[in-house]
């Protein structure tokens, strides 16, 4: 049996990787900022063309999930145990802030319901926060597919994903990974031929929500990370945080000109091209500072991520004039939101993010 019985390792940090975690983490922020500009009248004659972030943010996420998971469990595979001890590492590392941003969302949601532009809120149901409490999906009362914490609806996708990834590591490594991709492919074959479920709870809505197209991208950053082990990382001759900002401009650019649909084809591509980064050449003529910024622009995108569409209401009710005045003042209108809500989260992930999660390994031993 492959790896059988080996301990999950910490793996090396892939600098350019981190940077584009955060690069995706501001480009989902920077579409909740256009929506509540648009709220406000920034845009009576429509939203900018580039306007369309979040979608290719969010498909960055994803690549960057499969590719990571893989990265982080290379030698797991096959190992006794290894799925369950994968997925308590990941609900250890993704529920706790999603269960306290979700508590403080529907507390900050009804407080401020008179005072904001979200004048239609309806508090959910017991049934609907427990649900999106345990990642099931929903149509709630707007007809949408989403739990009680609108954002959460990535999560949802992302903890699926995580099933089947802890299935794919009970075999063998090729085995494995050909299983994940192949079930994903399956899944969303099927799913072709679904109708939209009418709106209630139950089965038809999972069954639906989890054979959507956008599975195929996590199956995307596995194909790449397997290209990687079996290629073995290059060393470039650019520093690791210049790869980085390289690849965060390219995808940048995909947003603002719409090179390709949704992003997809552009993140699966960034994120090979990050993962072509050596891991041995960390610290070694490369400006510590920079190299350090983009290790924690990676570490703190899920907390901006969780925490930004606290701060955007009282953004865009200061900017939103500003940004009436066209696109480059909208452009550093967004600019700022990105800079105060990935400021404002670096003491979210510092003082509860991370002693959350690692108090919970120590007590569980998943990080051994």
């Not at 290894?82 to 706790?96: D, K, Q, V």
């Not at 492919?185 to 999972?206: E, M």
């Not at 000109?257 to 091209?273: C, F, I």
């Not at 910024?293 to 925490?307: N, P, Q």
Request: hydrophobic share 55%.
């Amino acid at each position: 049996m492959e790896n059988a019985g080996r301990p999950h390792r910490h793996a090396a940090v892939i600098v350019p990787v981190q940077m584009l975690r955060g690069a995706a983490a501001s480009l989902v922020v920077a579409y909740h900022l256009l929506e509540r500009l648009v709220r406000r009248g920034a845009f009576p004659g429509g939203l900018p063309a580039w306007s369309d972030s979040g979608r290719i943010g969010v498909v960055t996420f994803f690549v960057i999930s499969g590719f990571i998971m893989v990265h982080t469990t290379i030698g797991e595979f096959g190992a006794p145990g290894a799925g369950g001890r994968f997925l308590l590492r990941r609900i250890e590392r993704i529920l706790p802030l999603y269960w306290l941003t979700t508590l403080v969302m529907l507390v900050f949601a009804w407080a401020t319901a008179r005072y904001s532009t979200n004048g239609g809120y309806v508090a959910p149901t017991s049934d609907m926060v427990w649900l999106s409490a345990g990642f099931v999906p929903y149509i709630g009362f707007q007809g949408l597919a989403q739990p009680v914490y609108a954002l959460g609806w990535t999560l949802e996708y992302e903890m699926f994903f995580y099933l089947v990834f802890a299935a794919a590591l009970a075999l063998p490594r090729r085995a494995g990974m050909v299983l994940a991709m192949v079930l994903l492919a399956l899944l969303v074959s099927a799913g072709a031929r679904l109708p939209d479920p009418p709106a209630v709870v139950g089965q038809v809505v999972a069954v639906f929500y989890f054979t959507r197209p956008i599975m195929l991208y996590f199956a995307a950053g596995m194909a790449i990370a397997w290209w990687r082990v079996a290629r073995g990382p290059m060393a470039l001759a650019l520093p690791d945080w210049a790869i980085g900002l390289v690849a965060s401009v390219m995808l940048m650019a995909a947003v603002r000109w719409q090179l390709l649909a949704d992003g997809a084809v552009s993140a699966a591509l960034v994120t090979g091209a990050v993962a072509l980064a050596t891991l041995t050449r960390a610290g070694r003529g490369q400006p510590a500072g920079l190299t350090w910024l983009s290790k924690r622009f990676g570490d703190v995108s899920y907390s901006i991520y969780l925490t930004h569409s606290f701060l955007l209401g009282a953004l865009a009710a200061v900017g939103w004039r500003f940004a009436a005045r066209g696109t480059g003042e909208t452009a550093a209108v967004i600019l700022v939101a990105c800079v105060v809500c990935a400021v404002a989260a670096w003491p979210v992930w510092r003082l509860v993010e991370r002693p959350v999660t690692r108090g919970l390994q120590r007590r569980t031993g998943a990080s051994s």
